[in-house]
């Protein structure tokens, strides 16, 4: 029985497996389908100077229009297309088509603003990120002080020579860097300093909690104090209530961004969005 009852555990895996790997498989055919039908759409999500009351960037974040499933979030098939390498293909369609977006909203004569694009850490780990960068630039004609690079704390935390010189050449094209989710990770200020980062971006999880937590509260308003005595911008993220807004102004964070403020949307619905954003304060 033992044997017996062994053998159909061993199936059950052995299936499961399967169902995975098919699965897997599936995801990886269906993200090369997307890119080659023109299924991705980026949402912008609108960033507000606290002293000024205006947007100054959106950041651009990936959906799939999937034709059955309908939109879905990044969350949901990025990582497969990290562990696949279609990240690569599917990180250069969005910078080409933000830095394209941005002129295009710079055409119709919105005022400017910062378009930040997220980037995987297995785009830095290819190479030739810059070239990607530098293309979607120059394809697009977008001033590149308009564009901003998201990256996470992990990707400066590898450290190897490569890394340093990838960061050293996007620099040198001349836009901004900012360091998402941080607060997360382990980078210190000679992280910061040797990457020449211009933005901190504190983490979802530090500004939720910032009413009710102590501790929290304590970490957000260190991450500020030393991101001005470095000079670096501060940006909060997931800003979900008033209360929170309010508490960010008096710990003088720069810029928020969160469904208090607005959340994702199309391309159109910023340029809709933006004439009342001087309103908000
Ligand atoms: P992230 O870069 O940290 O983006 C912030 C996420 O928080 C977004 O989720 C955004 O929609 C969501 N968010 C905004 N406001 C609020 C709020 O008030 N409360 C809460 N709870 N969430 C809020 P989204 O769009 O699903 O993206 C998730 C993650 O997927 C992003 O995290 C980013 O790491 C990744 N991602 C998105 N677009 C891209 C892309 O084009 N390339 C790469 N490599 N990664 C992307
Ligand atoms: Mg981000
Ligand atoms: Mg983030
Ligand atoms: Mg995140």
Redesign the pocket.
């Known amino acids: 029985h033992a044997k017996e009852a062994g053998r159909d555990t061993y199936r059950f895996y052995a299936e499961q497996m399967n169902a995975e790997a098919s699965e897997h498989l599936n995801m990886r055919n269906g993200l090369r389908l997307a890119l080659e039908r023109g299924e991705f759409v ?2 912008y ?1 609108p960033q507000i100077s606290l002293a000024s009351g205006r947007v100054v960037g959106v ?5 799939w229009n999937h034709p059955e499933l309908g939109m879905l ?3 949901s098939f ?1 990582p497969t ?2 562990d696949c390498g279609l ?1 690569i293909p ?2 250069e369609w ?1 910078l080409h088509e933000a830095c394209r977006q941005a002129v295009a909203w710079q055409r119709a004569g919105l005022p400017q603003f910062l378009v930040a ?4 850490a297995v ?1 830095f780990k290819r190479g030739e990120l810059e070239k990607s960068v530098g293309a979607a630039l120059a394809a697009s004609g977008l001033d590149p002080a308009l564009l901003e690079l ?1 990256l ?1 704390e992990s990707v400066l935390i590898h450290d190897s020579d490569q890394v340093l010189a990838t960061v050293r050449r996007l620099k040198a094209l001349g836009l901004k860097l900012a360091i ?2 941080f607060g997360t990770g382990y980078s210190s200020l000679a992280y910061l300093k040797r990457f020449s980062v211009d933005k901190l ?1 504190i ?2 999880s530090f500004i ?1 909690d910032l009413g009710s937590d102590m501790e929290e509260s304590a970490i957000v308003r260190a991450i500020i104090q030393m991101a001005r005595s470095l000079n670096l911008t501060t940006i909060a ?4 209530s008033e209360h929170i807004l309010h508490l960010l102004r008096s710990l003088q964070c720069d810029v928020v ?4 403020v607005a ?2 949307m199309a391309a159109d619905d910023i340029a809709a969005y933006i004439p009342g954003a001087g309103k908000m304060r």
Request: proline residues 5%; hydrophobic residues 35%.
């Open positions: 980026l949402h999500q950041e651009a974040l990936i959906r979030p990044a969350g990025i297309a990290e990240i599917i990180g969005v694009v997220n980037l995987s785009q998201e996470t998402d989710d971006k983490d979802q939720r993220e997931g800003v979900e961004q969160g469904a208090q959340m994702p």
